[in-house]
């Protein structure tokens, strides 16, 4: 990745309509590092088949979609598993595996796509779980917990590895009201070390205290992507 070129580019992308559902029209989006940009979508699968789109998950029937200054489509599996290592996630349906402990499911995709070792990344996310309210990590199944301890612990999950890219899916119903200025405190330590934020909400409330900070604005309707003023 060069000096000054976007983290996140779509360009004139047109995802199949076949796989996704969303309009075969072309989406064109740039973050740079240490930019936010808001994507208002009421629709919970339309963002997250985005959020997939933006991950290099969908396939294209035209155009380039490219993070760090790589193509995904050019992309082999291991390189691609170490890229999307670079990516932190907060996913609305979260993808959590009742077969392990919370704890496993925070560390298992930072394992799986790093090289760190185990003894630094347990440290590390438990020193994320006490910036969310934990005061150790969850040990307990993900279907044993509330709805506010599982939003915290995506929140966990996310941040985990110093993420050049944080995709968040809306989960400001569920996060405790305790736990958003630490969300929005990480996310701006986050920024400020270059890692750039496509963050996809539901309605104003949600990123309304963030406003100032935000350098795009988008909405994701049946139509396909478009502007809006930052305002």
Not at 182 to 204: I, Q
Request: net charge negative; proline share 6%.
């Amino acid at each position: 990745m060069t000096a000054n070129a976007p983290l996140l580019e779509l360009r004139n992308v047109v995802p199949s309509f076949e796989e996704t559902g969303l309009m075969p029209a072309p989406y064109n989006l740039r973050i740079m590092p240490g930019e936010c940009a808001v994507v208002d979508c009421r629709d919970f699968e339309r963002a997250a088949m985005f959020a997939d789109l933006c991950s290099g998950m969908v396939s294209l029937t035209q155009g380039t979609i490219k993070f760090m200054g790589l193509d995904w489509a050019a992309l082999r599996d291991r390189q691609l598993n170490a890229l999307r290592g670079r990516i932190g996630r907060i996913s609305r349906n979260s993808s959590w595996l009742n077969l392990f402990g919370t704890h496993l499911n925070i560390m298992l995709p930072h394992l799986y796509h790093t090289i760190d070792p185990f003894d630094n990344v347990v440290l590390h996310a438990t020193e994320l779980g006490h910036r969310f309210g934990f005061p150790g990590l969850p040990t307990s199944a993900p279907d044993r917990l509330s709805g506010a301890d599982l939003a915290r612990a995506a929140c966990v999950r996310a941040f985990m590895g110093r993420p050049d890219l944080l995709v968040l899916e809306d989960i400001s119903d569920t996060l405790p009201e305790e736990n958003i200025l630490p969300f929005f405190e990480m996310m701006t330590a986050a920024r400020d070390r270059g890692c750039g934020v496509l963050w996809f909400v539901r309605s104003a409330a949600a990123w309304h205290e963030y406003r100032k900070a935000v350098n795009i604005h988008m909405r994701l309707l049946d139509e396909g992507l478009f502007p809006m003023r930052v305002v």
